[in-house]
DNA sequence: CAAACGATTTTCT
DNA sequence: GAAAATCGTTTGG
């Protein structure tokens, strides 16, 4: 089933990001479908977050989104080179997101081994933020569109990830966050290859 | 209006 | 392991 409304609207971010563990990630843009099953993610909690955009409710017009209601999906631009997809969550006015860092290629591998210029299956293919977004097709001009329209969205197909299996970590790349670097915000599926390596472990 | 910077990845040494 | 690539957003003049 797809992920609804209501799932991305409640309050607890870091609950919500350890239920997207074994979820799938659907992309179908131009009538192209890819898939894959998220293995890795990170919790973003806004106002008091230094490592979020919208630490001190700071609003600016690329954050507007994550002002939005939970739903819908945050793309924003890295380094000039790498889309970054985030998932809104919360309600209005609370600043809450949660990055996807890695799926496992499920449906599409042959499109996203050519979007990424690859030849042959391997994890390095999805593992990482920035990667996983070009297999996917994700670009910053989605930014904003709901997670229950037809370009992106969200499934739940029954898999289940044993609570032992879910590893917390701190999260990557956010060491200009000072103390909030150390929040165990970042979750991954145990000895899953699809993982990123990471910086933060 | 100009300048600095980053929730990363790839490539070269 | 270190450094470059590269551009929209944010901040300062």
Avoid: W
Wanted: net charge positive; hydrophobic share 40%; aromatic share 8%.
């Amino acid at each position: 089933m797809i992920l609804t409304e209501s799932f991305y609207a409640r309050k607890d971010v870091v609950k919500i990001a350890k239920e997207l563990l074994g979820k799938v990630l659907v992309t179908r843009f131009d009538g192209i479908l890819t898939s894959g099953m998220i293995v890795e993610t990170e919790a973003y909690a806004g106002a008091t977050d230094k490592a979020s955009h919208a630490y001190g409710n700071r609003r600016t017009n690329r954050t507007e989104i994550i002002y939005g209601h939970g739903g819908a999906a945050y793309v924003y631009l890295c380094y000039g080179i790498h889309h970054l997809f985030n998932v809104v969550t919360n309600i209005q006015d609370t600043p809450h997101a949660i990055l996807i860092r890695a799926i496992e290629p499920m449906e599409g591998i042959n499109v996203m081994l050519q979007r990424r210029g690859k030849e042959k299956l391997q994890p390095l293919l999805t593992a990482g933020p920035g990667a996983m977004s070009m297999a996917l097709g994700i670009h910053t001009k989605h930014s904003g569109l709901s997670l229950q329209g037809p370009g992106i969205h969200i499934e739940d197909r029954g898999i289940k990830i044993s609570k032992k299996d879910i590893v917390a970590a701190t999260r990557v790349g956010v060491a200009y966050a000072m103390d909030d670097a150390l929040r165990p915000y970042r979750f991954y599926i145990k000895d899953n290859k699809y993982v990123s390596k990471g910086k933060g472990l």
